[in-house]
């Protein structure tokens, strides 16, 4: 990282972001060349060192990761804006992480079950019952986290 002391060291900052953040953005990359690079916005949640992203069963997301499951997520806390009398010493006030690693789609029931299950305490603090019918209609992709930095103002 260029400014250094903007870096956030702390494993434990890195982590309160990846729990409280309601989206991270997925960047992803076609297997073949040439192609463009996809970055698409979703809801997730973090739980021991990984990353868990529901999603349909089918589309570009889905097909990429089929490609290349190496993917690079972002994740960004907008603080607030820092004003100044010169245009020049405006800043922003914000946290953000980036991390790759790499990306599959959960097949056990359970293991999906316990995804949804941490996806939806995460956004309504309710637990639910998911049927065999309703797992079976829905992806859940788990991203293992191989490196993350992080950076603050």
Known sequence: ???KEKEIQSREVLEELLRSAPVCRIGLAPGKAPGYPYVVPVHFVHDQGRIYVHSARAGKKISMLGENPRVCVEVDDFIGLKSADKACDYGTRFRSLIAFGRARTVEEREDKRRALQLLMEKYSGRSFDFSAQELKKVAI?????EEITGKQS
């Open 1 to 3: 990282m260029r400014r």
């Open 141 to 145: 992709i788990q991203i293992e986290i």
